[in-house]
């Protein structure tokens, strides 16, 4: 019966040892896997820092990344009579002489789109034009205030004029 006893005590020694020494290399591991994650973040760090300085450099140049112009460029051998002129609003034309007119980009926007677009789709179009996101929702609202836009189904539309309404309904 000792001898039973002593080979089970050996075969414990045996596997507490071979169970430290697991742990090692698991620790051992364990560190490696850590700094492989932390050189990971910090080179998607750097990889978004310089996607944003990209865009922000396009941006500042007056190019939208990855979209079409809102309006096509006005051309220049154009003349128009003083009173036109005058009352005239072209929303891209205060964009380019830099007093951006917010709201008109956004009317404007919406008047391309007579379906509608979510908050999300107008944010993917005027991102160039707008410092921070929240300006946006202001202007939105504002425009909701002053029922001049509706929202259905999480879209904001322009709304139609009472005139254009009137004359739908009568004929």
Same mark, same amino acid.
């Given at each position: ?68 112009? +809102? !309006?096509?460029?006005? &051309?220049?051998?154009?003349?128009? /009579? ?5 009352? #005239? ?19 404007? +926007? !919406?008047?391309?789109? &007579?379906?509608?677009?979510?908050? /999300? ?5 005027? #991102? ?44």
């Amino acid at each position: 019966m000792q001898s039973i006893l002593e080979e089970i005590q050996k075969r414990i020694s045996d596997s507490e040892r071979r169970v430290n020494e697991a742990g090692k290399q698991l620790q051992t591991a364990d560190k490696a896997y850590n700094a492989a994650v932390s050189e990971l973040q910090v080179w998607r760090s750097a990889f978004d820092a310089e996607i944003h300085a990209q865009q922000e450099a396009k941006s500042m140049q007056g190019v939208l990344i990855g979209m079409e112009p +809102l !309006l096509p460029p006005a &051309p220049d051998n154009i003349e128009y /009579p003083p009173e036109q002129s005058e009352t #005239a609003i072209d929303p891209m034309a205060s964009v380019q002489a830099g007093g951006l007119n917010k709201t008109e980009l956004i009317r404007s +926007l !919406l008047r391309e789109n &007579p379906a509608g677009l979510t908050p /999300p789709q107008i944010w993917e179009r005027v #991102a160039g034009q707008f410092k921070h996101r929240p300006y946006m929702y202001s202007v939105l609202k504002r425009l909701k205030d002053h029922d001049e836009v509706v929202t259905r189904r999480n879209k904001y539309l322009l709304r139609q004029n009472q005139e254009a309404s009137q004359s739908l309904t009568i004929q």
